[in-house]
């Protein structure tokens, strides 16, 4: 009786299994990666109800959409693989049918596999399955740096070459480009489906570990940090360079796509960068004669504004101590001013607009020029430039006590300065003090400073 119950399963199931099947996989959503193909049932109107579900007869049909790659699997091993859209006739199956091919060809070869049933019980000994897998770009996988990431931050404009750590958050895509790798080395012979959730928290502990010399990449591309979100495309190659070994070489996934959402680096480190950078800036804009002169006319302004709002006896000594300094060799604004001139001129181009000095008195330095008894003239400091014999104003005037003062009062009696001190009239506007022995540091008129030549 058992072998007469083998025969006839094996004649009920090889019988059940000659109907050609249409094989169809719906839209894979983001984030499922494979995909077990099912058989198209309609209820009320399909016969093939008994048939095994892992076989697949010879001249099915199936259907391969866009963004899909589709995947036969006999007995374990890939037979068959299609990645272009449409229609695919399985033409190679073992299960025989006589509903496709040869006739006399398919009968003999529908009584073979019958034969071979019979010593399995009447069960099938194969094992035939379609897989659908999805090729399209997946989306919305987030990553964020746990821990400081090193950067090197190399300006060469401002000579800058320092380590920073950086903290940076954002989405990256990545998509199948080759699934036989994908399905022996991750996935394999799954029931149903898969989806990336199974993979997610290695993938992103391997990109964490591929960011730090995939930033290195970047930075030597002359990309300061701040810049990366811009740079998503080449952080994307360098990652991929990384990875390829554990990514494509082994699992056939590639990134697309980056974007970050925040990349920052600490406070000490922001700061330290953006002084080098402003000294660097400043330095390239002094390098300029134009506008070291405008730099320099607008120091020489701040000094003469401080020096007027001064109310001790020094703005005087002060001016005095920029001539000085002048003589010593250094440029006043008119030799930057010519000699941005020459460079416009040498270079044969329109001169840039540049910032020149306020014609105005106030906006200049007064020049104390004064000649000594040697006759020595134009002499700017305390003393003569030849014999070293001190101002005339700076001699002062002598006490009945025998003291030599400069200031209004005797030093050693506290007697009052002689009523025949000079009287002072500024000698640019005219304007005559209350005082006329007495005058303020500055004309409030002009802002021409009082000196030997306001004496009346």
């Known amino acids: 009786m058992g072998l007469i119950k083998a025969a006839t399963d094996a004649i009920s199931s090889m019988m059940a299994d000659q109907w050609r099947e249409y094989f169809y996989c719906d839209a894979l959503?983001?984030?499922?990666?494979?995909?077990k193909g099912q058989k198209r049932v309609t209820a009320g109107r399909n016969n093939n109800v008994k048939g095994a579900e892992n076989i697949i007869t010879n001249g099915s049909i199936i259907a391969v959409n866009e963004g899909q790659c589709m995947m036969i699997v006999d007995q374990g091993g890939i037979v068959e693989l299609c990645a272009d859209a449409g229609e695919f006739v399985y033409d190679a199956s073992t299960e025989p049918t006589v509903f496709y091919g040869d006739l006399s060809e398919t009968v003999m070869n529908t009584f073979t596999t019958m034969a071979k049933r019979f010593t399995f019980g009447g069960n099938t000994a194969k094992d035939q399955r379609v897989y659908f897998f999805n090729t399209k770009e997946n989306f919305g996988n987030l990553f964020g740096t746990a821990n400081p990431v090193p950067f090197r931050v190399v300006d060469p404009s401002c000579f800058l070459d320092m380590d920073v750590s950086l903290r940076c958050n954002g989405e990256y895509s990545f998509r199948l480009v080759d699934p036989l790798l994908f399905y022996k080395n991750v996935c394999g012979n799954v029931?149903?489906?898969?989806?990336?959730?199974?993979?997610?928290?290695?993938?992103?502990?391997?990109?964490?570990?591929?960011?730090?010399?995939?930033?290195a990449k970047i930075s030597a591309m002359g990309i300061i940090y701040s810049a990366i979100p811009a740079h998503t495309m080449e952080l994307a190659q360098a990652l991929n360079e990384e990875l390829s070994a554990t990514w494509t070489e082994l699992r056939g996934i590639e990134i697309v796509s980056m974007s970050i959402n925040s990349i920052k680096a600490s406070e000490a480190d922001e700061k330290a960068i953006r002084e080098a950078q402003q000294e660097a800036q400043k330095n390239r804009m002094l390098n300029d004669p134009g506008r070291a002169a405008a730099h320099l006319v607008g120091a020489q302004a701040e000094a003469m504004k401080g020096a007027a709002n001064n109310t001790s006896a020094g703005p005087i000594m002060a001016f005095a101590g920029m001539?000085?300094?002048?003589?010593?060799?250094?440029?006043?604004?008119?030799?930057?001013?010519?000699?941005?001139?020459?460079?416009?001129?040498?270079?044969?181009?329109?001169?840039?607009?540049?910032?020149?000095?306020?014609?105005?008195?106030?906006?200049?330095?007064?020049?104390?020029?004064?000649?000594?008894?040697?006759?020595?003239?134009?002499?700017?400091?305390k003393f003569c430039a030849d014999c070293g014999s001190p101002k005339?104003?700076?001699a002062g005037w002598t006490c009945s006590c025998g003291t030599v003062n400069q200031g209004k009062f005797c030093v050693e009696c506290g007697a009052q300065k002689p009523a025949g001190a000079p009287l002072y009239k500024c000698d640019k506007c005219g304007w005559e003090p209350e005082d006329p022995a007495h005058p303020p540091k500055f004309c409030p008129e002009c802002g021409d400073a009082f000196d030997e030549n306001d004496r009346v």
Not at 361 to 376: K, N
């Open 392 to 394: 005339p104003a700076d």
């Open 323 to 381: 001539n000085i300094a002048a003589q010593a060799g250094g440029f006043d604004a008119n030799q930057l001013f010519q000699m941005n001139a020459q460079n416009q001129a040498q270079m044969g181009g329109q001169p840039a607009p540049q910032a020149t000095p306020d014609p105005t008195p106030r906006m200049q330095a007064p020049v104390l020029g004064w000649t000594c008894s040697c006759g020595h003239a134009d002499n700017k400091g």
């Open 191 to 215: 029931p149903e489906n898969y989806d990336r959730t199974k993979m997610m928290s290695q993938m992103k502990a391997e990109l964490m570990t591929a960011l730090q010399p995939a930033f």
């Open 29 to 35: 959503p983001d984030g499922e990666l494979i995909a």
